[in-house]
Each structure stands twice: as C-alpha cells, then as structure tokens.
C-alpha cells in the first residue's frame, strides 16, 4: 500500500470468516471481494472487478477460486496467495490474473505465498503442501524440458532396444535420479564440477529429487542393520557419510553425522532435511577433515562416481585417513559393478591402505547392491595409487 499506485489481490479457497472480516479490516483501502456468492447477472460482479481495477480508491480485492480463471485483474501489483493451491497450474492462473496482457501495463507484479511454520524440524502442513506443489511444477518442467544428454549418449538413442528404457526413465522422480546418475559413473570430481556448473538447474532438479530417491532407501535398509550389528560389539560415535548426497546416513539413522559432498545443491536441501547434520562441502578423494576423527564411514552408492585411474585409490586412503583404529568403512555399490578379478585388486589394495575386508555381499536388497564392509585394523602400508578401473565404468574391462 505504499506504493503509489499499489494494488492487491488476494486468493482464499476459504469464505466463511475470512472473506468478510479481510474486506472489513482493510475498509481504510476501499477492500472488495468477490466470491461465489456475488452474482453474474446484472453486471454486479463485473462492477466489483471494474472498481478494482478503475478506481484508485479500491486498492484491494479479495477473491475466491471464482475468480482464478479467465478474469483480467491486471491492476494488481502483487497477488498474495492466503491459501495454497493444489496445483501448479491453479497457482499459475491465480498470478496471471495480474501478469497477463490487458488493460493496465506495469513493470512487474510481486507473488507472495502465505504458510504456517511449526518449531523443530517437522515441516507444518502448509509448508508439506507447498513443497508438494513445487515439486509437482519441477517435475512437469522436467518432463516438458527433458534431461540433457552426452553426445555420445545421443547417438546410441537411434538403437530401437534402449527406447524402452528412455521412456521407463522418465516416468518417476526415482528412475529420472537413477538415469542421470549413471552417467556419473567414474566421471571423477572435476568432471562433476564441469557438469553441475553447465547445467545448474537440473543440478537443483535432482538434489530435490534425492530424498525420495528408492534406491537410496534400498541401500539403506541394507547398511543400518551392518551398522547396529558393529555397534554390538563397540560405540561407533563418530559416523562420517562420504559422497552423502543430502545426508541421507543421519536421516536414516536418525541422528547426526558429518556429510561430506561435492554438490552444494544436495547440501541445501539436506541442511534443510535434517538440521541435525554437520554437511561439508568437498570431494570423495580429498576429505575436509583431519586424521582419526571417525569411528565409521559409510560411502553409499558414490565411490563408483571417483576417477578410476588415482581418485578411487586416493578416496580409500582418505576414509583409512580419517578413520580412528578399529574404526569401520562400509561401502556400497551397484550390483556386478566389480568382476571377480576387480574385487580381487580392490581387497589387494585395501589391505596396503590398512583395511581388512570383514565382509563383502552381493545383490542384496530390492536394488541388487553390493557391499564392502572394511575394518581399520592396521596401519597403511603404501601411500601409492593404483587404478582400480571396473567393468562397470565407461570404457572398464575388469582388469
């Protein structure tokens, strides 16, 4: 209202005790509403809307979903939302009624959408409401957008048989995080660096997504139940998750870890999925952390992500590193990523960074997931990296 020629529309999917009282509480502004109630006929409701965007005394309106479709309100300078829509599209026809060519040309139109908060981490109804219908909008756009693909990539798409799997790829915020995600497969951090950079608003797409990722949620189910089982024979107080996406280790676990992840997107969205967590930026092979500070590490579903050639090796020293002795680092992996004679190099090398393989489990869980599960248990023997390549990496061979 203090702006000059400054107006309001205000949208409520309640009447009753709402309507009135807001018409009557800002008389001072000459307050008018529209409901279902105002009727059509006799230019009664077509007066009210002529009054607001004609008189300068008539400053605010106050409308129902009547008036969500179709109408030009365009005198608004900004439309506040005092109910959430269900929709994307309901709260888009809500802001065009202002933001659309008509009869009142203005600059901009400010949007302003109002929620409930409650105290502590658990989101209030509104707030899960909103978040719903942001995702909904993301979604539509991603499916309208598509997902950017290699060259390489592309020029495979012409083999009839992958089809079926583009289409399958696209038809859940699960196998939309799954298809983009394997094509980070051994990519490296730089690399990743590279890609988030040239493309950030899928980058934020997917840190979105994340959470209610279900292959995430199947290694999960696979490692807490390793991790209550170590916890029998010592406390494993300091739990540090490498590569940890949004901190998925501390919300499963339901309590706090350090996270450590090269992508700042996922760190936003996990500061605000679980405050609890302590989450660092930085990469799998080189850890902002000092030495001995971990009683646990977990690297679920991204050490496949490291460069093959020095960072895969560069990362396992690092979790040795960080991890006190006796400490424990439980690492996952897609199924049959590792031939029989990676595996074979793979325990070598762990060994020479101070790890014994206490176990190692294949196709466990709904998402077929192999997992290593390494015991602090001497110190390291060599500073050397080797290349640990895999028949799962682009262009691997299992040598």
Same mark, same amino acid.
């Given at each position: 209202?203090?702006?000059?020629?400054?107006?309001?529309?205000?949208?409520?999917?309640?009447?009753?005790?709402?309507?009135?009282?807001?018409?009557?509480?800002?008389?001072?502004?000459?307050?008018?509403?529209?409901?279902?109630?105002?009727?059509?006929?006799?230019?009664?409701?077509?007066?009210?809307?002529?009054?607001?965007?004609?008189?300068?005394?008539?400053?605010?309106?106050?409308?129902?979903?009547?008036?969500?479709?179709?109408?030009?309100?365009?005198?608004?300078?900004?439309?506040?939302?005092?109910?959430?829509?269900?929709?994307?599209?309901?709260?888009?026809?809500?802001?065009?009624?202002?933001?659309?060519?008509?009869?009142?040309?203005?600059?901009?139109?400010?949007?302003?959408?109002?929620?409930?908060?409650?105290?502590?981490?658990?989101?209030?109804?509104?707030?899960?409401?909103?978040?719903?219908?942001?995702?909904?909008?993301?979604?539509?756009?991603?499916?309208?957008?598509?997902?950017?693909?290699?060259?390489?990539?592309?020029?495979?798409?012409?083999?009839?048989?992958?089809?079926?799997?583009?289409?399958?790829?696209?038809?859940?915020?699960?196998?939309?995080?799954?298809?983009?995600?394997?094509?980070?497969?051994?990519?490296?951090?730089?690399?990743?660096?590279?890609?988030?950079?040239?493309?950030?608003?899928?980058?934020?797409?997917?840190?979105? =997504?994340?959470?209610?990722?279900?292959?995430?949620?199947?290694?999960?189910?696979?490692?807490?139940?390793?991790?209550?089982?170590?916890?029998?024979?010592?406390?494993?107080?300091?739990?540090?998750?490498?590569?940890?996406?949004?901190?998925?280790?501390?919300?499963?676990?339901?309590?706090?870890?350090?996270?450590?992840?090269?992508?700042?997107?996922?760190?936003?969205?996990?500061?605000?999925?679980?405050?609890?967590?302590? =989450?660092?930026?930085?990469?799998?092979?080189?850890?902002?952390?000092?030495?001995?500070?971990?009683?646990?590490?977990?690297?679920?579903?991204?050490?496949?992500?490291?460069?093959? @050639?020095?960072?895969?090796?560069?990362?396992?020293?690092?979790?040795?590193?960080?991890?006190?002795?006796?400490?424990?680092?439980?690492?996952?992996?897609?199924? @049959?990523?590792?031939?029989?004679?990676?595996?074979?190099?793979?325990?070598?090398?762990?060994?020479?960074?101070?790890?014994?393989?206490?176990?190692?489990?294949?196709?466990?869980?709904?998402?077929?997931?192999?997992?290593?599960?390494?015991?602090?248990?001497?110190?390291?023997?060599?500073?050397?990296?080797?290349?640990?390549?895999?028949?799962?990496?682009?262009?691997?061979?299992? @040598?």
């Amino acid at each position: 209202m203090r702006k000059k020629d400054g107006k309001v529309l205000i949208f409520t999917d309640l009447k009753t005790g709402i309507v009135d009282y807001l018409t009557e509480s800002y008389s001072l502004y000459g307050a008018v509403n529209i409901t279902g109630d105002v009727p059509t006929a006799g230019g009664v409701r077509e007066d009210l809307r002529q009054r607001f965007q004609r008189d300068p005394k008539t400053r605010i309106l106050i409308a129902t979903t009547t008036m969500n479709e179709g109408v030009d309100l365009t005198a608004a300078t900004a439309v506040i939302d005092l109910s959430i829509p269900l929709t994307p599209a309901e709260r888009w026809q809500r802001w065009k009624r202002s933001a659309r060519p008509g009869e009142i040309k203005k600059e901009r139109v400010d949007a302003y959408t109002l929620y409930t908060t409650v105290p502590g981490p658990q989101a209030s109804l509104e707030q899960a409401l909103l978040d719903m219908v942001d995702a909904k909008e993301r979604i539509v756009t991603y499916l309208m957008k598509g997902m950017q693909v290699s060259l390489e990539e592309l020029q495979t798409y012409d083999k009839t048989e992958k089809v079926p799997r583009i289409v399958r790829a696209i038809t859940s915020p699960s196998k939309a995080v799954f298809s983009y995600f394997l094509r980070w497969r051994g990519v490296g951090s730089e690399s990743a660096k590279r890609r988030m950079n040239s493309c950030p608003e899928l980058s934020k797409f997917i840190a979105d =997504l994340y959470p209610s990722f279900s292959m995430t949620r199947n290694a999960a189910d696979i490692y807490i139940p390793i991790i209550e089982r170590l916890e029998e024979k010592r406390e494993l107080k300091d739990k540090v998750d490498i590569g940890c996406g949004p901190g998925m280790l501390g919300y499963f676990l339901n309590q706090a870890t350090t996270g450590i992840d090269i992508n700042p997107d996922m760190l936003e969205i996990g500061r605000k999925l679980f405050p609890d967590n302590t =989450l660092l930026e930085g990469s799998m092979h080189s850890l902002p952390l000092e030495d001995r500070v971990a009683d646990l590490t977990l690297c679920s579903l991204a050490y496949q992500m490291t460069e093959p @050639k020095k960072e895969r090796a560069q990362a396992l020293m690092e979790m040795s590193r960080i991890l006190r002795h006796d400490g424990y680092s439980i690492i996952t992996v897609p199924g @049959k990523y590792m031939s029989d004679s990676d595996i074979n190099k793979f325990e070598v090398v762990a060994n020479k960074y101070g790890f014994s393989v206490v176990e190692h489990t294949l196709d466990q869980g709904k998402s077929k997931i192999d997992v290593y599960v390494l015991h602090k248990t001497h110190k390291a023997k060599s500073n050397k990296t080797y290349n640990l390549r895999w028949q799962g990496d682009p262009g691997g061979k299992g @040598k």
